[in-house]
């Protein structure tokens, strides 16, 4: 099988929610060597699922890596150029439901002993530390306008060249930073699929004494992302940057 930007979206996305919502699993989840490690833990985690995921991505075919749909859309709107959106987002989509799959089974002994439904839903989907619309909208739409416009710097031509290799290390880093000082209020999905997949697994996987899948607040780590992403993507734009 050839590379392709839409497998390089697809198992780049894997590996991304697989390393993820790995380490949301190893430090919620009883009785794993890493319960209680805490956010510090978690933050971290998540900074180097994304630099892998991105590395990955590049090597099966995806030049963008994007492996998010409001990375997608944000740039989408900076060049004006849409052919990517229905492929790229497809397999993000596909590729966050496998990587959760991944999660439940890397994990298996695990679900039955932990008591709290809560817990488990947290290993695979968002939830906010205070539940209150606005604010939780908010919040997801400027965690992800600061990862646009972080991105948009990244690879700012006014930078010059960076050296090879070294942009996934830098994303990460940017990802490790938003989830550091803007991740406490919403558990900062900044990405559609990241939420929206995984919640999807959580639907249909058989998980141990598992509760809701909490649809009632599902729409806002989708809306909350992609209004940060139309604001990024008109400010590139605009700036031509």
């Not at 991505?57 to 890596?65: Q, R």
């Not at 809560?118 to 539940?131: G, M, Q, V």
């Not at 972080?150 to 994303?171: C, D, M, R, T, W």
């Not at 607040?217 to 139309?230: D, E, R, S, T």
């Amino acid at each position: 099988m050839q590379t392709s930007p839409f497998l390089g979206e697809l198992i780049g996305t894997i590996v991304l929610l697989l390393l993820g919502n790995g380490v949301v699993a190893n430090v919620v989840l009883r009785q794993t060597k890493g319960h209680s490690a805490g956010w510090i833990v978690i933050t971290a985690g998540w900074a180097f699922a994304v630099t892998f995921g991105v590395f990955v991505a590049k090597a099966f075919g995806s030049v963008d890596a994007h492996l998010n749909p409001a990375v997608t859309v944000a740039f989408a709107i900076a060049t004006n150029d849409y052919s990517h959106v229905v492929p790229y987002v497809t397999a993000q989509l596909i590729g966050a439901f496998l990587g959760a799959v991944l999660v439940w089974l890397q994990y298996l002994p695990h679900w039955a002993a932990t008591p709290d439904p809560d817990e488990k839903l947290a290993c695979f989907a968002t939830a906010p530390a205070i539940r209150s619309t606005g604010p939780n909208l908010v919040s997801e739409a400027l965690a992800t306008l600061v990862l646009i416009l972080g991105l948009a710097g990244i690879s700012s031509k006014n930078l010059g060249e960076l050296a090879i290799g070294v942009g996934p290390y830098l994303v990460g880093i940017l990802v490790w930073s938003i989830g550091l000082s803007l991740g406490g209020q919403t558990g900062y999905a900044i990405n559609p699929v990241r939420d929206l997949g995984p919640r999807l697994a959580h639907a249909v996987l058989p998980v141990d004494k598992k509760g809701s899948s909490d649809w009632e607040y599902a729409w806002v780590p989708i809306v909350g992302p992609l209004i940060g992403a139309a604001l990024g993507g008109v400010l590139i734009r605009w700036f031509a940057l």
